[in-house]
């Protein structure tokens, strides 16, 4: 395929600094003074702090798959309103520097790329040919990641009744595909749906839906007692 047809196509022309497969480092001068050392900085304290983060990081190394942050982690800048990608092809998260801004919005793109990569990690993912599997870890990312919080969409000025959490997910995991793949609303529309109970009631590995910080602290103190548990049977 034509690289940049499979650019376009697989959604790297958002992230200009990927583009032939590779990525760039930045200068000290750019490491001190630019947004790049603003996003480390976010960066550094969401994977110390963030209880999302913390269990996701944690699940990760016991399937055997360690997150090195400056291995796995790199902050860019990025083309349009995307936040962060996550890049299959070298197992990379993509942080978007000039996009990302606060430290809460750090908090839920980590969150949101680690469990693409937990995905990555635990299944043989076909981000590339399967759009099912794409977009069942995108309704996975939208419904775990804290990107459908009652706070989260109040502050976006989008309020519903019933079904709204259902209705927040399955909308983001539809605009994340059409982001990044080129097909058209219906037939994205019909893959989501296809997936959407299966994936939306996958939890793994929260064992929950994390609707609140408050939720993932108790999800991560139950992981990380599990096999406490387990040896007192």
Known sequence: MDQTK?????GY????DRKGGKYKKGSIAESLFTFNNKCQVMLQFAVETSPYAKLLLNAMKSSGCKVFKDRH???????????GGFDATSSQIVL???NIHQQSHMNRVVTHEL???FDHCRAHV???NNFRHLA???????NLSGDCSFSNEVARFNFGLKEHHKECVRGRALRSILAVRKVSREEAEKIVDEVFDTCFNDHAPFGRIPHSKKDAKFANRDYENRDRYYANL
């Open 13 to 16: 022309d958002l992230f200009p």
């Open 126 to 128: 076909d981000w590339f």
């Open 136 to 142: 069942c870890s995108e309704v996975r990312a939208a």
């Open 6 to 10: 499979q650019e376009e196509e697989y």
């Open 73 to 83: 982690f790199s902050c860019e800048d990025c083309d349009g309103a995307v936040s």
């Open 96 to 98: 978007c520097q000039n």
């Open 115 to 117: 469990i693409h990569a």
